[in-house]
């Protein structure tokens, strides 16, 4: 077993490795859902509620992770790097997992900027919203590694993936929002969970027959 | 080979759906609460149970392509999916009139199987764009079939997810009980359930004959040039 994990870290490290020299994603996702809350804060009337704010944030949320999902296969595309990695010895699912660990820690660092951002413009940030974000990420990384693979094969590629992954992604919506305005988010978080595992579970499944020719 | 399956599916479908329909329109008694108009529950209901049966059909045959390997089963899924998408749309527009006469608007976020439809719809209707945004071959049908899968554990995840969200006014009458309707409105509902699913066969089975001519006139064509 650890022979698995020891491919998926050497993945994972290859993607933040890659990140770390091009700089290509993460600072356009931080700029991004910066520019996207000042963007909501002159679409909302001044006397906005905190739940419209709420809305808004984990709308800025959701469309961030696109951002940097649409970027999740473009450097295997570009380098043909994914024959390889199909061809390579190892499980072809420890590929998708280690994907989605390196787009889980683009979006937590998106996320460290994001969430204090919020705070400072709109409103303080509870522990709920904190956990559900992070419930929530799992459920994005899970599902659009995933379908970002189906998109870089496709011709439409960047157009396709968030036609793909909203429909998927209304769920964690309502279990992220539901977390931060409800007075019980212990349902919402919860439901959060259900949604990670169930998902998880499907993908690492299927990712097989995705990158099989 | 004459392929006699649709032609019987279709005598099915016209007698029941057309019996279902005139005995909904003239044997079964008024609604106590909503009257006349209550009867388009026994055209809109069969809508959407036969197009989450099309759905799980297509899911089934994405699953047995994945399992089996077999690529037959490719078109037979893509075409479940397409008959369930119709009956999708057909879903959301007899909801919405339905929730017209009822409630007095074309819309409410509050019915909860109206929302359900509009996502799936959304969902399915992106099936359709990867699907022709992939070259054809193994990798299309293979992305296809993974993607119809997660239509299936999408519905009761988001059916979940819409309870959560929503207050309750749209009527639940299927419990856990039993149904909530008199005998013979039960009967009628389900000839005209019966017929409905009758009528997604029909279609499934023409447009799978037809598809499938399609590929072995193109093979034809392939091997003469």
Request: charged content about 15%; aromatic content about 12%; some cysteine.
């Given at each position: 077993?650890?022979?698995?994990?020891?491919?998926?870290?050497?993945?994972?490290?290859?993607?933040?490795?890659?990140?770390?020299?091009?700089?290509?994603?993460v600072?356009?996702m931080l700029?991004?859902v910066?520019?996207?809350?000042?963007?909501?804060?002159?679409?909302?009337?001044?006397?906005?509620?905190?739940?419209?704010?709420?809305?808004?944030?984990?709308?800025?949320?959701?469309?961030t992770a696109?951002?940097g999902?649409?970027?999740?296969?473009?450097?295997?595309?570009?380098?043909?790097?994914?024959?390889?990695?199909?061809?390579?010895?190892?499980?072809?699912?420890?590929?998708?997992?280690?994907?989605?660990?390196?787009?889980?820690?683009f979006l937590g660092l998106a996320e460290v900027v994001a969430?204090?951002?919020?705070?400072?413009?709109?409103?303080?940030?509870?522990?709920?919203?904190?956990?559900?974000?992070?419930?929530?990420?799992?459920?994005?990384?899970?599902?659009?590694?995933?379908?970002?693979?189906?998109?870089?094969?496709?011709?439409?590629?960047?157009?396709?993936?968030?036609?793909?992954?909203?429909?998927?992604?209304?769920?964690?919506?309502?279990?992220?929002?539901?977390?931060?305005?409800?007075?019980?988010?212990?349902?919402?978080?919860?439901?959060?969970?259900?949604?990670?595992?169930?998902?998880?579970?499907?993908?690492?499944?299927?990712?097989?027959?995705?990158?099989?020719? | 080979?004459?392929?006699?399956?649709?032609?019987?599916?279709?005598?099915?479908?016209?007698?029941?759906?057309?019996?279902?329909?005139?005995?909904?329109?003239?044997?079964?008694?008024?609604?106590?609460?909503?009257?006349?108009?209550?009867?388009?529950?026994?055209?809109?209901?069969?809508?959407?149970?036969?197009?989450?049966?099309?759905?799980?059909?297509?899911?089934?045959?994405?699953?047995?392509?994945?399992?089996?390997?077999?690529?037959?089963?490719?078109?037979?899924?893509?075409?479940?999916?397409?008959?369930?998408?119709?009956?999708?749309?057909?879903?959301?527009?007899?909801?919405?009139?339905?929730?017209?006469?009822?409630?007095?608007?074309?819309?409410?976020?509050?019915?909860?199987?109206?929302?359900?439809?509009?996502?799936?719809?959304?969902?399915?209707?992106?099936?359709?764009?990867?699907?022709?945004?992939?070259?054809?071959?193994?990798?299309?049908?293979?992305?296809?079939?993974?993607?119809?899968?997660?239509?299936?554990?999408?519905?009761?995840?988001?059916?979940?997810?819409?309870?959560?969200?929503?207050?309750?006014?749209?009527?639940?009458?299927?419990?856990?009980?039993?149904?909530?309707?008199?005998?013979?409105?039960?009967?009628?509902?389900?000839?005209?359930?019966?017929?409905?699913?009758?009528?997604?066969?029909?279609?499934?089975?023409?447009?799978?004959?037809?598809?499938?001519?399609?590929?072995?006139?193109?093979?034809?064509?392939?091997?003469?040039?």
């Amino acid at each position: 077993m650890s022979g698995y994990f020891g491919d998926v870290a050497a993945l994972a490290r290859k993607d933040l490795l890659l990140e770390l020299r091009s700089r290509d994603t993460v600072p356009a996702m931080l700029l991004f859902v910066v520019a996207a809350l000042v963007v909501f804060h002159f679409a909302l009337p001044t006397d906005a509620s905190a739940r419209a704010t709420d809305g808004l944030l984990w709308i800025g949320l959701v469309f961030t992770a696109l951002l940097g999902l649409t970027r999740a296969f473009v450097a295997e595309r570009e380098g043909g790097v994914m024959d390889g990695l199909v061809l390579a010895t190892f499980d072809r699912s420890a590929i998708w997992l280690g994907k989605t660990l390196s787009v889980l820690a683009f979006l937590g660092l998106a996320e460290v900027v994001a969430l204090p951002a919020y705070a400072l413009f709109f409103r303080p940030i509870g522990w709920e919203l904190v956990v559900a974000v992070v419930l929530a990420d799992i459920g994005i990384a899970v599902v659009g590694t995933l379908l970002s693979a189906m998109a870089v094969v496709s011709r439409a590629r960047e157009l396709l993936l968030p036609l793909l992954f909203l429909p998927l992604g209304i769920p964690v919506i309502v279990g992220g929002v539901g977390a931060t305005v409800a007075d019980e988010p212990g349902r919402y978080l919860a439901f959060l969970a259900l949604y990670d595992l169930v998902f998880a579970i499907l993908s690492w499944a299927s990712f097989e027959y995705v990158v099989a020719e | 080979m004459r392929n006699s399956r649709p032609a019987l599916f279709a005598l099915a479908t016209l007698v029941l759906l057309g019996g279902g329909i005139a005995l909904a329109l003239f044997w079964v008694p008024d609604d106590a609460d909503q009257g006349f108009s209550q009867r388009i529950f026994y055209i809109h209901v069969p809508i959407a149970l036969t197009a989450y049966a099309c759905f799980g059909w297509g899911a089934w045959k994405a699953l047995r392509l994945l399992w089996l390997r077999d690529e037959r089963y490719d078109l037979e899924s893509y075409t479940a999916i397409h008959i369930g998408l119709i009956f999708g749309v057909l879903t959301l527009v007899t909801g919405s009139i339905w929730a017209r006469t009822s409630w007095g608007v074309w819309w409410t976020w509050s019915s909860r199987q109206l929302v359900m439809f509009l996502v799936l719809f959304l969902f399915y209707a992106a099936y359709f764009m990867l699907r022709y945004s992939v070259e054809p071959g193994r990798r299309r049908a293979n992305i296809s079939a993974v993607y119809a899968l997660f239509g299936v554990v999408l519905v009761p995840i988001s059916f979940l997810a819409i309870r959560l969200s929503s207050d309750l006014i749209h009527p639940v009458v299927l419990k856990k009980s039993g149904p909530d309707m008199a005998g013979s409105m039960f009967l009628v509902f389900c000839i005209c359930l019966v017929g409905m699913l009758s009528l997604a066969a029909t279609m499934y089975s023409i447009e799978l004959t037809g598809k499938r001519l399609d590929g072995h006139l193109r093979e034809l064509r392939e091997a003469l040039a």
